[in-house]
Nanobody, 116 residues
Framework: QVQLVESGGGLVQPGGSLRLSCAAS????????MTWYRQAPGKERELVAT????????YYADSVKGRFTISRDDNRNTVILQMNSLRPEDTAAYYC?????????WGQGTQVTVSS
């Protein structure tokens, strides 16, 4: 059974850090482009960071560049989003996505709230 399970969200103060994990089962993350998206209330879902198939290259939205880092742990079949220097505008539900030419999978999301 194919599944993506996000974890690591929560409430954090501005300037703090969180580490989101996306654990995959039923497929191998290194064979998919893995992407984190987020969606704030009343806004469209936006791409945060992506790591292509079997590649060390990464891409970030301008709003998170220099603060967030996406990585892939092939041994654990997991994708990580390390988020530092968090801002209130980073508050959103964060979703993990796996995509390739023949299939797309989504996780259920994890909430990140940045507030003092």
């Amino acid at each position: 059974q194919v599944q993506l399970v996000e974890s690591g969200g929560g409430l954090v103060q501005p300037g703090g850090s969180l580490r989101l994990s996306c654990a995959a089962s039923g497929f191998t993350v290194s064979m998919y482009a893995m992407t984190w998206y987020r969606q704030a209330p009343g806004k469209e879902r936006e791409l945060v960071a992506t790591i292509p198939t079997a590649s060390d290259s990464t891409y970030y939205a301008d709003s998170v560049k220099g603060r967030f880092t996406i990585s892939r742990d092939d041994n654990r079949n997991t994708v990580i989003l390390q988020m530092n220097s968090l801002r209130p505008e980073d508050t959103a539900a964060y979703y993990c996505n796996a995509a390739r030419w023949d299939s797309i999978y989504w996780g259920q999301g994890t909430q990140v709230t940045v507030s003092s």
